[in-house]
Each structure stands twice: as C-alpha cells, then as structure tokens.
C-alpha cells in the first residue's frame, strides 16, 4: 500500500475550485490535510481569473508539497460558457503540476462516487456523509467543491493502493 | 491610429497553435515581424503539451515583447475531446498573457475573416491571398495555422486602430 502518499484532489472551476490534501495511511486509512476553496471574482476579466487561480493553486502545491494529483473529469454538459471557462482552468491547474513534476489522474465524477460510496450514483447527502465518516471529520465539510476536492483525494489513495497491489502480485512481490 | 502597436497573433491549438507578430503602421499598414506554428507531440501526456505549449508562448512572449495578444475564440464544435484540448490550451496561453499584464482580445473566425476581406464567410484561400498581399509577403504563409494567426494579428490592428479613431472622435481630439 503507498501509505504516505500525499495527494491533492483539485475539483476545478473558476467561480469556485475545491482543493484538498490528504495522505494514504495503512490499509484504506486517509488521512485529511488541507481543504479550501478558491474563488475569483465573476465579473473580473477572464485573464485576471485565470491568474488569481494560478497563484492559489501554486501557493497550495508549495505549501503542501503534494506527489499527485486527482483532478475532476470535465464533460461538455450544462452551460457552454461555463464549461469552457472550467476548461481554461483546467489547463492552468494542469500546468502548475506539470511545471513541478507532479502526476495528475483525472477521473469522472461517477468514478469517484463509486469508489467512495460503492455506487456511481450517489447523491450529495452520501458522498458528504462517507467523506465525514472515511476522513473521521467532526462536522461535515463545505461547500460542496470541498467536499468533492476530498472525495478525489480519497478516490486515488484507493485506487493507487489497488494499482500498488495489483502490481505487486504482477510481479510476484506481494508480502 | 495606434502605430508601432505591436500585436501577438494566437490561433490555439495542442497539436498545432499559430503564432506571429505584426506591428501597427501608419493608416492600414501592418508590418509581419515573426510567424511560426508550435507543435506538441499528439501522443504525449497532457500535461506534457500544455507545459511545452506554455514554454514556447512564453518564449515568443520574451523575444517580441508584444502589448497586446489577439487571440481566436473558440466553440465547441467538432470533434469534443479536441475542443476541450485547445480550450485547455487556450488557459496556459492566457495566463502567460496575464502573468506579463499584457491585455488579451478575443475575436471569432467570422470576425477575424470580416476585418481581413471584407467578407466573414471567406474561405482559407480567399484569407491567404488577402494576408500576403497585406503583409507585402512574398510568397504565402504556410501552414494555415500560421496564415490563421497572422489574419488574427492584423484583424487586431485594423479593429485597435478604427477603435482609436472613434475614441478620439467622441472626445474630439480627433486632429
């Protein structure tokens, strides 16, 4: 298992972007770290948006110092304008990793439902309760983007450890 | 008119982005100084391009000192997986315009193809022999991602100067 591994789940957007740290403990231990939200202005011009979301992301990357990072799958549904700003921020977010070094895995939001909650479906109340009681939180986390910003984070170190192991037994090294 | 303004002319892409410079000459004229297309490999990670991507911007960006970027505005037509690359694209290429300060204007093909001859539905060929007659070239810009972005460069120009011109006219300085 690659307990120790530390992870920033980054649920993108411009409005508002969920950003989260957490380590990999033992088994499907994880441990929280960090959780915020960024937002830039709506009516400020698209560059200065851009920009501030930079510098938060890159502030985040040097205060934590994460190894990878869980980025939300964005899809072309709902508002077009919005999806394309998101879009815009996604690049800048990939590249503040890309620019350290650091992997970025992308999964969609019903990969990440699934594997907090076992079912891709599941609503908003789930995902918060799960993500309070896996993170051992005293109170449920918000907004949303936090929330979901934890559930990325959370969906890696599973599924890293799940790679881990199914690697291992590839290679016959399994303990 | 806004002579010696000096333009960056940007048509996004991953695979392909044009980019040039031209500066703004006395009345209509518009002087070519740079046209190049940068290229990223199709098949390497994301994050790979978007960091070669912003490396070469930023690059030209030092060479040519542009004040202004004129940059194509992009839909979501075509192929999905390809518009969301560019638009992550188009991220990484307005932040290196917004961590200078330097302003960035969007401007649609049919815009872009308006200002250049007159007509916004011309096609490639019409725009080609348009942009090398105006540039003075002496033979046409190839690829058309790099005729693409010279068009951008130049639309910006004439759009700055009648802007000028309007700006002037209502504060009557207009000489």
Known sequence: MPA???VMGIDPGLTRCGLSVVDAG????????AVG???????AALTQRLLELSQAVNDWMDEYQPEVVALERIFERGNVST?????????VLMLAAAQRGIE??????????????????????QMTAMITRILGLSEAPKPADAADALALGVCHCWR?????YEQRLRSNTLK
Chains 1, 2 share one sequence.
């Open 104 to 125: 970025v895995h992308m999964y969609t939001p019903s990969e990440v439902k699934k594997a907090v909650t076992g079912n891709g479906r599941a609503d908003k109340k």
């Open 4 to 6: 120790g591994l530390r």
């Open 83 to 91: 999806v394309m700003h998101t879009a815009h921020g996604v690049g």
């Open 26 to 33: 033992q088994g499907r231990q994880v441990i929280p770290v």
């Open 37 to 43: 939200v960024v937002r830039t202005p709506v009516g």
């Open 160 to 164: 890293a450890s799940t790679l881990g």
